[in-house]
């Protein structure tokens, strides 16, 4: 018996110290990789994640789900699971600045966007958000940050924008007329996004202060308020609230939120924002994938489209100095540290 044993926790130690190799080299690569090229692969694969969370809202709105209870999940686990990083972190910034931070960034833009799904198909929202998010991003952090741009990041950005509305135009050929009412609150909710954004550059907030105060302070603020109104998740099963937990508040509003937020102290506003356009290339792939969905020559122009302007639009080429000293606004702070 001792014998098995032994040779048991032999096994179970190689494996670790495997476990330990692997995590160590796979850190070095990570960070013998140039800044430029690790902010890139966080703001992918954000989009990406975010690209699916459309998908998923579809999917859950589509078969009985609530707006208001799926933002009731999203908030709490979020909220309860970067709690204690914000604890020992510390706001990072004063109180109303983090509180601001928090609404647009964590409430009404999540809001805004899962309940603009009642009025307008989803589509409509993962094609129009990601079209006229980049302008307002811009143009506030041009406005606030007096963050100047080279004409060939501009180009790169109004490259991008067109991708986008040519992704979408063919889902705004059948609108509803109360479909405006959707229509609007996805502006809205652009809008309050680039806000955050341009705040979390303005205040020198870090990546992950910035995804904490979003989580945190919109459970503060949401969730007591849900359960005031009557809010309740007594009607859905375990698999619903475990999958919508995992995606919405995991990896969604954790993950995704801090790897946006790493990116864009290495790319800037403007640059980080017009890299949401590639949110509907992603769903368009997905729905290829997963429900065998074929877009249309005009969608695959405004794929292609957006994948030529990105590059130009966060910096990755064509600029004379990198995207981290070129890019950095006069009123930016000290304390975004992106080294790591």
């Known amino acids: 018996m001792l014998a098995r044993l032994a040779i048991v926790q032999g096994k179970i130690i190689r494996k670790y110290q495997g476990y330990r190799f692997m995590h160590s080299a796979l850190i070095d690569y990570w960070q013998s990789l140039p800044k430029t090229t690790r902010a890139a692969m966080a703001l992918l694969i954000a989009c990406l994640i975010w690209s699916?969370?459309?998908?998923?809202?579809?999917?859950?709105?589509?078969?009985?789900?609530?707006?208001?209870?799926?933002?009731?999940i999203r908030l709490g686990v979020a909220g309860m699971a970067m709690l204690?990083?914000?604890?020992?972190?510390?706001?990072?910034?004063?109180?109303?600045?983090?509180?601001?931070?928090?609404?647009?960034?964590?409430?009404?833009?999540?809001?805004?966007?899962?309940y603009g799904v009642k009025f307008a198909p989803a589509s409509h929202g993962a094609a129009l958000m990601p079209g006229v998010g980049p302008i307002f991003t811009a143009l506030l952090a041009w406005l606030i940050l007096d963050e100047s741009l080279p004409t060939k990041r501009w180009l790169g950005i109004i490259v991008v924008i067109s991708g986008a509305f040519l992704i979408g135009v063919e889902n705004f050929a059948n609108a509803q007329p109360d479909q405006w009412?959707?229509?609007?609150?996805?502006?809205?909710?652009?809008?309050?996004?680039?806000?955050?954004?341009?705040?979390?550059?303005?205040?020198?907030?870090?990546?992950?202060?910035?995804?904490?105060?979003?989580?945190?302070?919109?459970?503060i603020i949401y969730v007591p308020l849900y359960s005031i109104l009557g809010g309740s998740l007594e009607g859905y099963s375990v698999t619903q609230l475990a999958v919508q937990g995992l995606y919405q508040g995991i990896i969604t509003?954790?993950?995704?939120?801090?790897?946006?937020?790493?990116?864009?102290?290495?790319?800037?506003?403007?640059?980080?924002?017009?890299a949401g356009a590639s949110i509907p290339v992603f769903t368009t792939l997905l729905g290829i994938i997963l429900l065998g969905e074929y877009p249309s020559w005009i969608v695959v122009a405004g794929m292609l489209?957006?994948?030529?302007?990105?590059?130009?639009?966060?910096?990755?080429?064509?600029?004379?100095?990198?995207?981290?000293?070129?890019?950095?606004?006069?009123?930016?702070?000290?304390?975004?540290?992106?080294?790591?």
């Open 84 to 114: 204690p990083i914000l604890l020992r972190m510390g706001l990072g910034t004063t109180w109303p600045r983090a509180i601001i931070l928090g609404l647009v960034g964590g409430l009404c833009n999540s809001l805004l966007a899962i």
């Open 52 to 72: 699916g969370w459309w998908v998923l809202n579809r999917h859950s709105i589509q078969n009985g789900m609530n707006p208001y209870d799926i933002m009731a």
């Open 253 to 274: 509003s954790v993950i995704a939120f801090s790897l946006f937020n790493y990116a864009l102290g290495v790319f800037g506003a403007a640059g980080t924002g017009a």
């Open 181 to 219: 009412l959707g229509h609007l609150m996805f502006i809205g909710s652009s809008l309050c996004w680039a806000f955050y954004i341009v705040g979390m550059r303005l205040w020198a907030v870090g990546p992950w202060q910035g995804a904490a105060m979003a989580a945190v302070f919109g459970m």
């Open 305 to 340: 489209t957006v994948i030529a302007g990105l590059p130009l639009a966060i910096g990755l080429v064509g600029a004379a100095k990198t995207p981290a000293i070129a890019d950095q606004p006069k009123k930016l702070g000290t304390r975004y540290d992106t080294s790591a």
